[in-house]
């Protein structure tokens, strides 16, 4: 299973019908507008520049000068398709229009099933060059119910333990909006944050996206909360919930760290992920506030089944309950155990670095390693490879 898109130019005179059309396009979560253009006029040359798959022009403004357009386009970049939309079924208009190189007639209104299938139909979709197949779950969303159990521990060294294999890209998202920590705990100083990448995104394709990105020297790629707090109050949840779509069109997986304030982000997250990897600590003040939590993804369908519960700092003096006793409490099996590890954590913490970079070869990161492996299995030729080195490395 590979990740596909479809880029499109929108080119619409009519400021309400290209609304319209760019409502309609992107309710289709396979499609990603590359631009949206206001004028047909010379625009052949820049559909030729953008290069998408796929280019939808509104006739009913100017038709002779879309009906131009349409042959311009298909004289100047014959793979892209030209898709008109019209509310008028006047039969003269849509053979012109086929005339002049389009491939096929959207009659409006439509709806988003609908040109899904023409796109899908018409439209090879464009995968990355660096895609890579896809084993375990997609999005992880990493979440609590307290503050300070280690949910975002828990999530960089998880991601960066995946993407230190090389196995598979991994992008680290950063949903805690206004207190968010993943860019200190991997000492990284971003270019871009999630608010400055929603900006734009739309006229991104994925080779300019995984640019904007930090990239941490585990491989690891990082998008971090916004600076400014205000910023953060106005990431729309439609739009985050759109973004994260077509990020999964250019990340084979993506983990995302949640607030544990219960934010629109989170729910975006929440909806959007395979699994919902639960952190826990075996106090009682967390158990209740997990069990409650695990309540409220009862009331949504299907959430509570991919639910999985990590028990962290497992070991602690703190420790009130016990494993068998915290199962029992929430009524679901406990999935993987973290061991309580302060001493390598601290090093963490004090070199800005994950366990994998900071303290390799620890029994705490040996749980992050098979944590990693139990959501993301690996090739038999890696698990191979990796044991011919433990082995030589074990003779040493």
């Not at 760290?257 to 639960?278: H, N, P, R, Y």
């Not at 028990?311 to 029992?328: D, F, M, P």
């Not at 963490?348 to 390693?369: E, M, N, W």
Request: net charge negative; glycine share 6%; charged share 20%.
């Amino acid at each position: 299973m590979t990740r596909e898109v479809i880029r499109v130019v929108l080119i619409d005179p009519d400021e309400s019908s290209r609304a319209s059309l760019q409502g309609l396009v992107q309710g289709v979560s396979t499609l990603w507008t590359a631009e949206v253009l206001a004028v047909c006029h010379g625009m052949a040359p820049r559909v030729a520049e953008i290069k998408p798959d796929l280019c939808v022009i509104g006739l009913d403004a100017d038709p002779a000068r879309a009906i131009e357009l349409i042959a311009q386009i298909h004289a100047t970049a014959p793979d892209v398709v030209v898709l008109p939309a019209s509310v008028t079924t006047d039969s003269a208009l849509i053979l012109k229009a086929v005339r002049a190189g389009a491939r096929e007639f959207l009659t409006l209104p439509s709806d988003p099933a609908e040109l899904q299938e023409i796109a899908g139909r018409l439209c090879k979709p464009r995968q990355g060059p660096d895609t890579l197949a896809i084993r375990g779950p997609q999005v992880v969303a990493v979440t609590g119910a307290a503050g300070g159990v280690g949910c975002t521990s828990v999530a960089v060294n998880l991601a960066a333990t995946l993407a230190a294999r090389k196995s598979q890209e991994c992008l680290l998202l950063d949903f805690d909006l206004m207190f968010g920590a993943v860019d200190v705990c991997l000492d990284v100083i971003p270019d871009n944050t999630l608010s400055t990448i929603l900006q734009s995104f739309d006229r991104l394709d994925q080779t300019l996206l995984k640019r904007s990105l930090t990239r941490h020297k585990s491989g690891l790629y990082v998008l971090p909360h916004p600076v400014a707090m205000e910023d953060a109050a106005r990431i729309d949840p439609e739009s985050l919930k759109r973004f994260l779509g077509l990020l999964k069109s250019a990340f084979p997986t993506l983990v995302v760290d949640t607030s544990k304030g219960l934010q629109s982000s989170d729910f975006v997250a929440f909806e959007m992920s395979d699994v919902i990897l639960t952190v826990v600590t075996l106090d009682l003040t967390c158990l209740r506030n997990t069990a409650r939590l695990l309540n409220l993804f009862r009331q949504f369908d299907g959430m509570i089944d991919r639910v999985k519960i990590v028990v962290n700092r497992v070991g602690s003096i703190e420790n009130e309950i016990s494993l068998s006793k915290a199962e029992e409490t929430l009524m679901t099996p406990i999935f993987r155990q973290i061991l309580n590890a302060p001493k390598p954590f601290q090093a963490s913490r004090v070199k800005g670095a994950p366990l994998c970079d900071a303290a390799p070869g620890t029994r705490v990161q040996q749980d992050f390693v098979e944590t990693a492996g139990a959501l993301w299995p690996e090739a038999p030729s890696e698990s191979r490879g990796q044991a011919r080195k433990r082995l030589f490395a074990s003779l040493f």
